[in-house]
Antibody, heavy 114, light 107 residues
Framework: QEQLQESGPGLVKPSETLSLTCTVSGYSIRSGYYWGWIRQPPGKGLEWIGSIYHSGSTDYNPSLKSRVTISVDTSKNQFSLRLNSVTAADTAVYYC???????WGQGTLVTVSS | DIQMTQSPSTLSASVGDRVTITCRASQSISTWLAWFQQKPGKAPKVLIYKASRLQSGVPSRFSGSGSETEFTLTISSLQPDDFATYYCQQYNTSSGTFGQGTKLEIK
């Protein structure tokens, strides 16, 4: 079964860009499935951010669409999240996951603060 | 966009009880629905996929049913380890909307 691991800065300043990468092992992204990002603000529920296919086709949460970019690097078996113009409301644990009820990463806390 | 409405938001129950959580989709998603269990500080864990298929390693007291727009997660006899928060998620399309969550508390 695939394993996923998030990486990236744990602290981002307001108005700057949050960037995270998810490294997949045990499964080739090229083989299929959508791969996604989900976040969970402290004490709140899960929010789907967006998904990407190995071809590069994407789908984003309409509430975040104007600020989100998800990309894929099949040569490194990674996919990435960029969220720009962040505010304190973007503070959350960010998870990467394989879509269709696949595996999840352990999550990484990103705090937006000056 | 597909919206998922989950109920109740909080459920108080005792060990040994049978409990049911409901998830409703704003449009038909066939059986493209998963149920997750989440404990504090941990990533969500898949319990059920494709509405009714039990993930490997998940106890058989968990079951899922439903199709199109109405789905249920049932725990047949609550165990102490089951007190957690539960989420449904649709994956009918390339999106993956979640329900709001149900916190299962000890009565």
């Amino acid at each position: 079964q695939e394993q996923l691991q998030e990486s990236g800065p744990g602290l981002v300043k307001p108005s700057e860009t949050l960037s995270l990468t998810c490294t997949v092992s045990g499964y080739s992204i090229r083989s299929g499935y959508y791969w996604g990002w989900i976040r969970q603000p402290p004490g709140k529920g899960l929010e789907w951010i967006g998904s990407i296919y190995h071809s590069g086709s994407t789908d984003y949460n309409p509430s975040l669409k104007s600020r989100v970019t998800i990309s894929v690097d099949t040569s490194k078996n990674q996919f990435s999240l960029r969220l720009n113009s962040v505010t304190a409301a973007d503070t959350a644990v960010y998870y990467c996951a394989r879509a269709a009820a696949g595996s999840w990463g352990q999550g990484t806390l990103v705090t937006v603060s000056s | 966009d597909i919206q998922m409405t989950q109920s109740p938001s909080t459920l108080s129950a005792s060990v040994g009880d049978r409990v049911t959580i409901t998830c409703r989709a704003s449009q038909s998603i066939s059986t493209w629905l998963a149920w997750f269990q989440q404990k504090p500080g941990k990533a969500p864990k898949v319990l059920i996929y494709k509405a009714s298929r039990l993930q490997s390693g998940v106890p058989s007291r968990f079951s899922g049913s439903g199709s199109e727009t109405e789905f249920t997660l049932t725990i047949s006899s609550l165990q102490p380890d089951d007190f957690a928060t539960y989420y449904c998620q649709q994956y009918n399309t390339s999106s993956g909307t979640f329900g709001q969550g149900t916190k299962l508390e000890i009565k």
